[in-house]
């Protein structure tokens, strides 16, 4: 499956954006898909998964309240809605489809390329 972000920018502390991500390929497959970051000189870190049928979502401590995810399978979209953004949320963020489930990078099969988001103060 092919992975594709979007929706990445510049926003201002407190600010809102909203990130898609768009699969293509072997869509039929029954993926639970996530988000995870990456700023320069750290590691890629988990922000958010949710589950092939959109009922269950889990998030990082770090966004929980302020990020939400969702999907559309009709569409083969996952969108992640990211409110009160902070200057620490400044990253790139990917999204990744599993076969499986969980929160670490390892688990996920396939990526999408990054997308920026910088959030000044």
């Known amino acids: 499956v092919q992975l594709q972000a979007s929706g990445g920018g510049l926003v201002q502390a407190g600010g809102s954006l909203r990130l898609s991500c768009t699969a293509s390929g072997r869509t039929g497959t029954r993926y639970n898909m996530g988000w995870f970051r990456q700023a320069p000189g750290k590691e890629r870190e988990f922000v958010a998964a949710?589950?092939?049928?959109?009922?269950?979502?889990v998030y990082a401590d770090s966004v929980k309240g302020r990020f939400t995810t969702s999907r559309d399978n009709a569409k083969n979209t996952v969108d992640l809605q990211m409110n009160s953004l902070k200057p620490e949320d400044t990253a790139v963020y990917y999204c990744?489809?599993?076969?499986?489930?969980?929160?670490?990078?390892?688990?996920?099969?396939?990526w999408g390329q990054g997308t920026q988001v910088t959030v000044s103060s």
């Open positions: 949710i589950s092939w049928r959109g009922g269950t979502t």
């Open positions: 990744a489809a599993t076969g499986g489930r969980g929160s670490a990078v390892y688990e996920y099969d396939y």
